[in-house]
């Protein structure tokens, strides 16, 4: 018997020039043009000679002004104003330094102040400039959901037709059964021709034990390991009848999924068929003790 369980240049310089002699009774002088004449007779004659200004004005004769020579008292007066302005320029850097150093030790102190105030306590202690983080919450792990209780099962064998899985209570022989997953089976008559029988259905949880029945869902291998036991108990199985089919088999059903189980699907399904399709001949079930 076999079993299986499915689940991202400068202007200014001198001119120089001759003059034309004046007429009148021979005679020569030298001077520049404006002095007084020198000569013999009634009327001198002179020539005119270059006009220079660093030439001393004549004997007897008119002042003239001499030119300002290059160098003289406005560059003195320039040289003295510029060694003033230096001076003054000086003066004002010292002093600036000197107000700049005392705000710098006046802003200093009071910074030096603001950071070392003291605690509520008195104690003195320097304020941290940085915020303690907060913690960050550790999130609570999501319940499971309450599993609902199992469903009681079906008092009797359903009656011959079709029926839906969860109708059947254990003992229905059935016609054109393919697979225990089915959603509907046709249960007939054992007396007739069937090549499957639904030989037990039970409860993985105890109904008297209300722990039990609340228990979380095992896992899909856990439910799957209990089936062999459970499917093949003498308790529930005829041997004697079984053992005259040489290809007798059983496949299970079961809540494979934690969703199945908490909705309150606790069952498993125990069905016997042939290998082979044949049918079976007779109901397998266990006759009562």
Same mark, same amino acid.
């Given at each position: 018997m076999?079993?299986?369980?499915?689940?991202?240049?400068?202007?200014?310089?001198?001119d120089?020039?001759?003059?034309?002699?004046?007429?009148?009774?021979?005679?020569?002088?030298? /001077?520049?043009?404006?002095?007084?004449?020198?000569?013999?007779?009634?009327?001198?004659?002179?020539?005119?000679?270059?006009?220079?200004?660093?030439?001393?004005? +004549?004997?007897?004769?008119?002042a003239?002004?001499?030119?300002?020579?290059?160098?003289?008292?406005?560059?003195?007066?320039?040289?003295?104003?510029? &060694?003033?302005v230096?001076?003054?320029?000086?003066?004002?850097?010292?002093?600036l330094?000197?107000?700049?150093?005392?705000?710098?030790?006046? %802003?200093? /102190?009071?910074a030096?102040?603001?950071?070392?105030?003291?605690?509520?306590?008195?104690?003195?202690?320097?304020?941290?400039?940085?915020?303690?983080?907060?913690?960050?919450?550790?999130?609570?792990?999501? +319940?499971?959901?309450?599993?609902?209780?199992?469903?009681?099962?079906?008092?009797?064998?359903?009656?011959p037709?079709?029926?839906?899985?969860?109708?059947?209570?254990? /003992?229905?022989?059935?016609?054109?059964?393919?697979?225990?997953?089915?959603?509907q089976?046709? %249960?007939?008559d054992?007396a /007739?021709?069937?090549?499957?029988?639904?030989v037990?259905?039970?409860?993985f949880?105890?109904?008297?034990?209300?722990?039990?029945?609340?228990?979380?869902?095992?896992g *899909?291998? *856990?439910?799957?390991? &209990?089936?062999?036991?459970?499917?093949?108990?003498?308790?529930?199985?005829?041997?004697?009848?079984?053992?005259?089919?040489?290809?007798?088999?059983?496949?299970?059903?079961?809540?494979?999924?934690?969703?199945?189980?908490?909705?309150?699907? &606790?069952?498993y399904?125990?069905?016997?068929?042939?290998?082979?399709?044949?049918?079976?001949?007779?109901?397998?079930v266990?006759?009562?003790?």
């Amino acid at each position: 018997m076999t079993g299986a369980s499915s689940g991202r240049g400068p202007e200014g310089a001198a001119d120089s020039g001759s003059g034309p002699a004046i007429g009148g009774d021979p005679g020569t002088g030298t /001077g520049p043009v404006g002095g007084t004449d020198t000569g013999h007779g009634d009327r001198g004659v002179g020539s005119g000679g270059a006009v220079s200004g660093r030439e001393p004005a +004549p004997a007897g004769g008119a002042a003239s002004s001499p030119a300002t020579a290059p160098g003289g008292p406005d560059r003195g007066r320039d040289s003295v104003f510029l &060694r003033a302005v230096l001076v003054g320029g000086a003066v004002l850097a010292l002093g600036l330094a000197v107000v700049l150093f005392f705000v710098g030790t006046a %802003v200093g /102190g009071a910074a030096d102040a603001r950071g070392s105030d003291s605690g509520p306590a008195g104690a003195g202690a320097s304020r941290s400039a940085t915020a303690t983080p907060e913690p960050t919450p550790t999130p609570s792990p999501t +319940p499971s959901p309450e599993p609902a209780a199992a469903p009681a099962l079906p008092a009797r064998p359903a009656a011959p037709g079709v029926q839906k899985w969860d109708a059947l209570a254990g /003992g229905e022989c059935l016609s054109a059964f393919t697979s225990p997953w089915s959603e509907q089976f046709t %249960v007939v008559d054992c007396a /007739g021709d069937h090549n499957a029988q639904l030989v037990t259905r039970g409860l993985f949880t105890d109904p008297a034990d209300p722990a039990s029945a609340t228990a979380p869902f095992p896992g *899909e291998a *856990e439910l799957a390991g &209990r089936l062999n036991l459970l499917c093949t108990a003498p308790a529930v199985l005829d041997y004697t009848a079984a053992g005259a089919l040489p290809d007798v088999q059983w496949q299970a059903a079961y809540p494979v999924t934690e969703a199945e189980w908490v909705a309150g699907d &606790r069952s498993y399904y125990c069905f016997f068929s042939r290998t082979s399709g044949e049918p079976l001949g007779a109901s397998l079930v266990a006759p009562p003790a």
